[in-house]
């Protein structure tokens, strides 16, 4: 029997074996982001590195790519698997409210792991409310917060709307937990990082399936990893992903003084040890909390 997590609308197309579907959606995001990275360095919208290097520059980056990438994935689905987008998450009612309570909770957690590595003798702190002196800064914080919603709608699109509802469908919900964390980890892997980065990308990957699942729709995690990024690059001017967006703090400009496995080094709070634990907590939450506390299932609708 077919085991679902969203929609249980069956599919009348060929679905990739479990194993296999980490491989599709790697080879998916793969082609269609690629030509376009080389692209954006050639006209000279990322360095060589493929890092933006100003506000304008990073929302082209956050755009263009990732709405490449979604389209690939949804053309997969609807062409080869051909099923509906409520199979892969984009289903219920009160989808903004969802979204937005999610956003809410990323800026939270996020604002929690910050403040913890602060406490923690991480940072120090320089400017208070640097951004409300340059309108321009508070414009483009504005617009990057439509950029990441966009750009981490479609990530949770493609890993846990996609990925993780087609790896479990093929086989069992683990199987898709397995399928959709490692292929994120593999996509958002470099060279010589540290360990614990790595360990940071699967624990972030575990903990969105987890909230998927818990939920029935991908509305929720579409707007929590919307919060936390946007919220990790502005708030405090630390990078994210090792990306650093050039702009004036929205609260307060902190600068890392603590060792890296503190303060995450070069890749910004996401990779500190306290980061990973607090997604570690709050995966194992959502999993062992009594099912009928956080499931959604019964306001869903076709």
């Known amino acids: 029997m077919t085991q679902t997590i969203f ?56 755009l263009v790519p990732f709405a490449a990438m979604g389209t690939a994935v949804w053309a997969w689905s609807r062409f080869v698997e051909r ?122 990957g575990l903990f969105a399936c987890a909230w998927a699942w818990r939920a029935g729709s991908i509305w929720g995690v579409m707007g929590w990893h919307a919060g936390w990024n946007w919220f990790t690059s502005v708030g405090f001017a630390v990078p994210i992903t090792g990306l650093d967006l050039q702009l004036p703090a929205l609260l307060v400009k902190l600068t890392p003084t603590g060792p890296d496995f503190l303060t995450g080094g070069p890749a910004g709070p996401e990779s500190s040890v306290l980061t990973i634990g607090l997604l570690a907590a709050a995966t194992l939450l959502l999993l062992l909390w009594p099912r009928g506390s956080l499931n959604e299932r019964n306001h869903r609708t076709g």
């Open 7 to 62: 929609s249980p609308e069956p599919h009348r197309g060929w679905l990739p074996w479990a194993w296999l579907s980490p491989v599709v959606c790697i080879l998916l995001v793969a082609f269609s982001s690629v030509p376009l990275d080389f692209g954006l360095e050639w006209i000279g919208l990322v360095d060589a590195d493929g890092e933006p290097r100003s506000a304008f520059e990073f929302c082209v980056f956050l």
């Open 83 to 204: 099923r509906s987008l409520a199979t892969m998450g984009l289903t219920g009612t009160h989808r903004l409210r969802k979204h937005l309570a999610g956003l809410a909770v990323g800026v939270g957690m996020m604002t929690l792991a910050i403040i913890s590595i602060w406490l923690a003798g991480g940072y120090v702190s320089n400017d208070v409310l640097p951004a409300f002196s340059s309108p321009a800064s508070l414009f483009w914080i504005a617009i990057l917060l439509a950029c990441f919603i966009f750009q981490s709608g479609m990530e949770e699109f493609i890993f846990r709307g996609w990925l993780l509802s087609t790896a479990t469908r093929r086989w069992n919900l683990t199987a898709g937990f397995i399928a959709s964390s490692t292929a994120f980890t593999f996509l958002h892997f470099s060279p010589h990082q540290p360990l614990r980065e790595i360990v940071m990308a699967f624990t972030f």
